[in-house]
């Protein structure tokens, strides 16, 4: 069994005093051996993100992903991590309905998953859950900007805070979440110098994902970051290897070798 209730290196409180002092480096991840590597490398927050749905689930979007889905993948996350900071995204329908909901869901990442916190998408409407989750001690990141949990409501994946307004309702967004008790805020995909505005209105960290360079955090997507997800790739997601390409490769040679008996050659037998 994990150490369940020995506290990670990366706590809540130490993430929210980094501002100011040095970029917050995070990333997702949805297995044990993966989520090992990441904690290895240094990487302060690991969020166990619904975009799992995609990348290791095959549905289109993050809709359809359940509590159950995400809390066996949460489990496998935080028996590989001993540093970082493990948050359990909460899919889509787990939290909106009612703080009451948001509390029993979020309850089940803590006790059942062993996460340190849940994330939740939403800016002001979002207040009372995040409120109701704080002060029954889960700890709260906020995700505003392009919330993908939205895209029917808001006609698909746009860059937000195009114009005056959009700007400041996300200025208003990021500071109601902070009255709110959130340790942080995940924006998302918006031109650098929102990015830049957010950050300065807030006394808690920016993690920026296509939010630009001024975020005080960046995250993304492991598999983007890896090459490994054949889906569609935004714009902001570099890409630091081609691991589809790698893997194909070995995967091509085995069968190659296995069909003209060049595997197992006679250090791989007994
Ligand atoms: O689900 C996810 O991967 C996210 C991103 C913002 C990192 O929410």
């Known amino acids: ?118 994330k939740l998408e939403g800016g002001t409407v979002r207040v009372p859950a995040v409120k109701a989750l704080v002060d029954n001690g889960i700890p709260v990141l906020g995700h505003i900007g392009l919330t993908p949990q939205s895209i029917n409501e808001t006609g698909g994946y746009k860059v937000q805070g195009k114009n005056s307004a959009e700007a400041g309702n996300l200025i208003d967004d990021a500071l109601a979440l902070e009255g ?18 957010v950050t300065k209105a807030v006394n808690i960290p920016t993690i920026g994902i296509g939010a630009g360079p001024d975020c005080d955090g960046q995250i993304l997507v492991t598999h983007d970051l890896l090459g490994l997800y054949s889906g569609h790739t935004p714009k902001f997601a570099k890409k630091y290897c081609d691991l589809s390409s790698i893997m194909s490769q070995a995967i091509g040679e085995y069968k190659i070798e296995t069909e003209s008996n060049a595997f197992p050659s006679e250090e791989h037998c007994y």
């Open 180 to 197: 709110a008790g959130a340790f942080a805020i995940i924006l998302e995909c918006t031109p650098p110098a929102i990015g830049a505005e």
């Open 1 to 118: 069994m994990p150490s369940t209730y020995i506290m990670n290196t990366w706590t809540t409180t130490k993430i929210k005093a980094s501002k100011g002092k040095h970029k917050l480096v995070c990333l997702t991840a949805y297995d044990y051996t993966t989520a090992q590597l990441i904690d290895a490398a240094g990487i302060q927050l690991i969020l166990v993100g619904d975009s799992l749905a995609m990348t290791m689930l095959g549905y289109e979007n993050t809709l359809p992903v359940t509590m159950e889905e995400m809390l066996h993948h949460t489990r496998a996350v935080s028996r590989g991590v001993k540093d970082a900071l493990v948050v359990a995204d909460m899919p889509f329908m787990s939290y909106q309905a009612s703080p009451e909901l948001a509390i029993e869901n979020a309850g089940r990442f803590i006790k059942d998953a062993f996460a340190g916190a849940v």
